[in-house]
Structure formats: structure tokens, C-alpha cells
């Protein structure tokens, strides 16, 4: 709870604290009445206050100014009770609201770790750190291991592995040498890199990134709440409705200005939309918590809402439909048995840390013995040969494979292929992947059985892979290759395709390079557990378990939400305008006027935490 949040708590209570004492205590009807005024005054001045400041700014007519008219009216009635209940009972459905919606998400650069701090330049045989801003473009810069690549340019010396994940989702890391382009926010993971610089900071990828995050963050519309577009129509009418009340009869038709002035204001004291006020923020507040206890987190009532018209789901593929760890999936042996083939494989790669040599070590899981390998040699680009057991052995890919004289063949699995040769002889190949997750096909299933028009998926790996991984998923449509310009660019054409306008878009992802895409979309979607500060900053909805079938059920969740929300409009509205007929009549004491307001906020606030058993079988 915020230090906002918590003061607004404090003052509900005292004010509770007053009203309570002030009805109960056998004291003088002043001192009761000073105590309600209180009670009144701590928990509604800034009502009051907003109704008069928006009066000033030409703004009249909002939840503030009814809340204002309706309360100050039940003074002037001596109802002196009520216009406290009232606006205690007003500022408790705020509350609820302030806190669904949550703290407000800080500026997303702010989490982003991808801009370098500093650059490397060479200046008389020395190094010197610079700020990325002042190296210009045709400069050499020198970037060690562990270290980001701070401007966009071509390897001019070195050999390395470069971790692009951050900003294009690829699987693996990529091999680089001299004449390899490398972009900005990369990561150099092992040789040193001599780099001449193709592009100033203000060009570079990881400059255009952190500006896609402001300005597709600027771009969102965050639909207004319920009550404010309601109170727009709602306040005006009943205010003229009173007017005309208490003005109309005695003008027109001689009668007695006091009981019909008694009449608007009770008329105002009954058009207080309390029921609406409080239930329709604690339904979303309601359902907000049920799927809370589904490992779904929702940042606020209006995302719940848009949920609930979701048309096209689009899905980063690299650790939201994979699980973003590489596995051994297959296994093909020409002579050796499978057993040995990995044998061979985790000895040659023993010495290696890169992603492949882990998990084919993984895969072997069992103790190595050092002494059996000798002649280790890294061949940037294809793979490893060592001496094993007094034999030449190869473990990479078709190139080295060629350098070795070994008759190989392609693998029809899709995914990284390492194959492996013995002193010249081809023995078999191994094929790692990116598994996709156990439940990813159902969730693609149930989102259609939901009624979603169109999936989506984005990413950065090859057309291979990822169109593989479509087809195995049953996805409508797959686009590979992208950089985050790129997904933000396939956002926007889909959202310029939408089948209805109130139809929502939403985007799934967990990488850094996700958020701007997260932000674009109608609702961003992070998977929580193994995701991205930035991408859960950026997300309007977390999925904390990190399964993809979460969403369906998020889906589901808003739909009954929903429809909660829809039974207490109607039921609100419907004895709230019988009321008001009532009492412009004459046939409503102030008794039907508290029933109106509070007794209806009651069954409705009743029927509103039902939401909080949504998602349930």
C-alpha cells in the first residue's frame, strides 16, 4: 500500500471513529452534530475541494461536483448522518480503486540495463574510456569480454561469441569476426574486440530502442473509468432534473417553494450514484484478486476490462512459448550408440562455456574424466576438435565437418545441429533445441475456443526455426528475423487490421526487448517468473508462472468480471431510477433515499465479491 493509500485508510477510519461517535454517544444533538460534520470533514474536504477547483477550470460536471452537490444538499435537509455515510462510503470505493490500480509504473528506461555506460577508444597505444556520445563514426573501439558493445560497427580484429538476447530474442548466442556487423547493447562474451564504429550514439540500435520505449509508451490510450465517462451524462441530468424540481411547480403552478425545494434536494440525495461509485471498482478490484490466486496480476480494472474483448494475441517466441533453455531433443548415431555419441560430444566441449557445450554436458550427466582429452582447439564459427582417447574428434557444424573430410548429412529436426566426426569419419549429429513449453499448444487451443480471431508470433530467431515453431503450435501467422523495430512495426499494421474497433490487441513477451512492443499493444503481457524487470514494468497484465495457458484463463476471468460489472449497472440504475421517479413524486422520503443510495451499495458491493471466486471450476 502507498504512503497515498495509507493516509487515505487513516482518514476513513477517523472519520468512521467520528460518525460513530457522533450517532452512539448520549451527548448534547450539537456535539453530535459537531462530530458528523467532522466525521464529514476529514474524509471528504478533498471532494469538495476537486468539485471546486474543476468548477474554476470550467470542468462542472464530474463524480466531484455530484458527490459535492448530493452531500452538501442532505445538510441542508438536517441530514446531517447521511451526507457523512455518503462520502465515507464514496471515498472507501476510491480506496478500492487506487488500490487495483496499483503504484504507477515508473519510466521503463529507468530498469532498462542495454545502454553502455561507457566506450573504450584507443588513443596513443593507451585505452580510454569514453562517454558513447563522443566517439565518432570511422573510430575504433575495443571491447572486452563481459563487456556491452556500446555503438553499432564492424569487427575489424578478434574472434568472440556475442549474446544478442536483450535486444533480438535469438536463441544462441552469435559467432563474430572480422568483417561480422554488431549492433549496440549486445554483449561480448569471451575474445577481445576491435570494432570501427559505423553509426553515432544517437543512431545506434540501443539509442533507437530506448526511444521506441518512450515514445510506444506515450502512443497507449488508457481508456477513462466508468464512472467518469457515466458522470458526464449522469451529473448534468439530475442537477437539471432538481433545478426544474424545485423551481418548476411553485412558478407554474402557485404551490409552496419550501416542499418543493425539500423535494430536489432529496431528489439530489438519491441521484448519488454510490451503488455504481463503489461496486463497479470493487468488481474489478474482485476480479483482480481471483486471478491473483491464479499467478495472474492485473495492474488495473480498465486492462481487466479490455481483456475481455481480446481479437488477436500476438506472442514473443524465445521464453514465453519456449522455455528459453536449451535442451538435447535428439540424438542420431551412425555406428556409435547414442550413449557414446554424447560421450564424445561432452568431452570435446568439456572446456567450453558456451550454451551448446552446456547442454550437451547436461545431456551426458555424468562425471567427465580431463585426461582423456588433449589438443583442444576452438574453431570461431564452427565448432571444437580435440584429441580423445588418441583420436581426432569434431564436434560443430557443416563447415567444420568439411575441414574434417567427413561425408555428413543434414538432420530433418529443426534446431541447432551439432554433428560430430572421428579421425576423418562421419559418426552422427545432435540436434539442440529451444523446447517449447508443455502447455503452449493448449493455450494457443483455448485462446481460439475463448473466441480470439488471430494469434500471432514475433521473433528475432531464424525463418527456420521459427516457422517451425508456428506450425507445431498451430499459429495463425509467424514473423522472424525482427529486431524490436521490427515487432513494433508488425504491431502497428496489426492493429491497423483489427475486425471491430473496440476489438483489443494483445501482446505476450518476457525479454527486455519486448517492452516496447509491450507498450504498443492495447495490453502488454509479461511472463513474470523468468521475465525482464522492464518487460514486467512495461506489461498492463503479469503471468507470474510463466505458462502460456494463464492467458485463456485471464480471459475467462474478465468475461465473468464483466459480467458482474454489467448486473450492477442494470440492478443499480434500475432501483436507482425507480427511486428518483419516486421522489420527484413526493412518494420517496429520505428513508427511500438512504435505501437507494446505501442499501443498493450494499447488495451491490454483495454481488461484486463474487468476482472474487472468478477463474474457479
Known sequence: MTGKQKKMLIRILASAVLLAAGLLLPAAEGIRSALIIAAYAVVGWDVVWKAVRNILRGQVFDENFLMAVATIG???????PEAAEVMLFYQIGELFQSYAVGRSRRSITELMDIRPDSANIERDGLLEQVDPEEVAVGDIIVVKAGEKIPLDGVVVEGNSSVNTAALTGESLPREVSAGSEVISGCINQSGLLRIQVQKGFEESTVSKILELVETSSSKKAHAEHFITKFARYYTPAVVIGAA??????????????????????TFLVISCPCALVIS???????GIGGASRHGILVKGGNYLEALARTETVVFDKTGTLTRGTFQVTAVHPEEYSREDLLELAALAEQFSDHPISRSLRGAYGKELDPSRVSGVKEISGHGICAQIDGREVCA?????????????????????????????????????????????????ASLKRQGVRKTVMLTGDSKRVGESTAAALGIDEAHTELLPDGKVEQVERLLGQKASPKGQLVFVGDGINDAPVLSRA?????????????????????????QPSRLALAIRISKQTLRIVKQNIAF???VKGLVLLLGAMGLASMQAAIFADVGVMVLAVLNASRTLRVGKN
Open 74 to 80: 442532505a445538510f441542508c435537509l438536517r441530514e446531517f
Open 522 to 546: 492495447d495490453i502488454g503481457i509479461a511472463m513474470g517468473g523468468l521475465g525482464s524487470d522492464a518487460a514486467i514494468e512495461a506489461a498492463d497484465i503479469v503471468l507470474m508462472d510463466d
Open 396 to 444: 560443430g557444424n557443416g563447415k567444420l565437418m568439411d575441414q574434417a573430410g567427413a561425408s555428413w548429412h543434414p538432420c530433418h529436426r529443426t534446431g541447432t545441429t551439432v554433428h560430430l566426426a572421428v579421425d576423418g569419419r562421419y559418426e552422427g549429429h545432435i540436434v539442440i533445441s529451444d523446447e517449447i513449453k508443455p502447455d503452449a499448444a493448449e493455450a494457443i
Open 572 to 574: 443499480s440504475l434500475g
Open 280 to 286: 463497479i471498482p470493487l468488481s474489478f478490484f474482485g
Open 244 to 265: 426544474l424540481l424545485a423551481m418548476v411547480p411553485p412558478l407554474l403552478l402557485g404551490e409552496s417553494w419550501s416542499v418543493w425545494v425539500q423535494r430536489a434536494l
